[in-house]
């Protein structure tokens, strides 16, 4: 048992650490910096490999109140499979590209990330069983890619796709948030302005007009009860706000017919509802072109499409194409019976199929939806600049006429 215990001790890989360490290089400069090791024998001796001569190295003392690490976002995966594709294109193994990738991450939770499939790849787990272990970050599609990769033998041409994929998907996303935040971040300006007025601007005005012994005008009175209003229960109406976008976002993620609704509602708004449909056709394009050509079996390949598109309408036209081409069914037949995809994408589905270059064909759909994407998220942006200045201007305008309206009667009876 002793023994057992003592080959499952040293088994267990070593825990890294920081360590700071300075020195002199190879040309008598002087240099410092941190190294990422198990212990500080370890670091010397990485540092003499590199040519430096140390003359200090020391642990790295942890903050007081312990390092608050950044989560790891979408973004931060992309960057580390666009580095990892371009040191394995550069002839690099595919365990040192790890080390080399993870010393250029900024994000300290992904390098630590790395680290964890590096060991786990160095141990003689494959790339795909090692990332599939963190289904938080790589999802079903990215893990059948990389195991798509490793079966072939290409795995640097599939992670250059994968991560063009990734690329695209994100930036994406982050021109649809830019659409939905833009009428949000309105809303919240004008709500607050409105509220620092009410509260603190107006009963200045009503000290004043208390003593002024005529009748307000009527507007004048319709402000100052809202004043008051806001005054007496401002507390229980920020709480109820804040509640009611708790309980959106709640009854979105728990309840899967609230869900449905709400991504139903949003595709029949004005101007944003069209800009979630192209977003839908460029991932819907972009998501099968890259399945496809990793080789992934159409029907397969659905699925993936399926997840990905972001609505539930277009997850359900999804499935039922899936269905169909499991019968037979070409296609571009397939996708025009579902009644809502738009003519071009058909077209161009139907030109692959005949020439045998699908994932070329929907590559340029993809680009071309993600290009109206951004010129209707633009459009937008320019609408709701004066937009904005308006609604600001009424409120506030408003406001302050009815507060000075009493002022302008008086002097006009005088």
């Known amino acids: 048992m002793a023994t057992q215990a003592a080959i499952d001790k040293k088994s267990k890989p070593n825990k890294s650490h920081l360590y700071l360490w300075e020195g002199v290089d190879r040309k008598g400069a002087k240099v410092k910096g941190e190294i990422d090791v198990a212990n500080q024998a370890l670091a010397k001796v990485q540092l003499r490999k ?3 001569k140390v003359s200090k190295v020391r642990k790295k003392a942890k903050p007081l109140f312990g390092e608050k690490k950044k989560r790891i976002s979408p973004m931060d995966v992309a960057i580390f499979t666009r580095q990892l594709s371009t ?5 690099v193994p595919l365990v040192q590209s790890f080390d080399i990738v993870a010393d ?5 939770s992904m390098r630590e990330l790395v680290s964890i499939i590096k060991n786990d790849v160095a141990g003689g787990t494959s790339f795909a069983k090692a990332i599939q ?12 890619l990389i195991d798509a990769g490793e079966q072939s033998g290409a795995l640097e041409t599939m992670l250059d796709r994968i991560a063009t994929y990734k690329e695209k998907t994100e930036a994406l996303k982050s021109k649809i948030k830019k659409a939905m935040n833009y009428p949000i971040a309105v809303i919240v300006i004008a709500v607050v302005v409105t509220g620092i007025l009410l509260v603190k601007v107006v009963p200045q005005f009503e000290e004043t007009f208390s003593g002024f012994g005529a009748e307000l005008p ?8 809202l004043s008051e209003l806001a005054q007496q229960w401002w507390l229980i109406i920020v709480i109820s706000i804040g509640a009611t976008v708790f309980a959106f976002r709640e009854a979105r993620l ?9 991504d139903t509602i949003l595709l029949k708004l004005p101007i944003v509802g069209n800009i979630i449909h192209q977003s839908v056709y460029a991932r819907f394009s972009r998501t099968l072109a890259t399945t496809f050509a990793a080789g992934v079996p159409l029907v397969e390949a659905l699925d993936s499409v399926a997840g990905a598109t972001g609505n539930v309408v277009y997850r359900e036209a999804c499935k039922r194409i899936r269905d169909d081409v499991t019968t037979g069914v070409q296609l571009n037949y397939a996708i025009k019976s579902q009644e809502v995809f738009p003519s071009m994408l058909i077209q161009m589905v139907s ?3 005949e020439s045998g270059a699908l994932d070329d064909m929907l590559a340029k759909v993809a680009d071309f939806y993600e290009a109206e994407v951004d010129n209707s998220v633009d459009g937008l942006t320019s609408l709701m600049e004066p937009l904005i200045m308006a609604v600001l201007g009424v409120l506030v305008g408003g406001l ?7 002022i302008f009667t008086i002097g006009s009876a005088i």
């Open 50 to 52: 590199q040519g430096i």
């Open 254 to 262: 728990r309840s899967k017919g609230f869900s449905d609704l709400v």
């Open 351 to 353: 030109i692959g199929e």
């Open 400 to 406: 302050m006429i009815a507060m000075y309206l009493p």
């Open 104 to 108: 250029g991450l900024e994000n300290a």
């Open 133 to 144: 272990k963190h289904p938080r970050y790589f999802d079903e599609l990215f893990c059948n």
């Open 218 to 225: 009527a507007f004048t009175r319709f402000v100052m009860h």
């Open 87 to 91: 040191m394995m294109k550069a002839g």
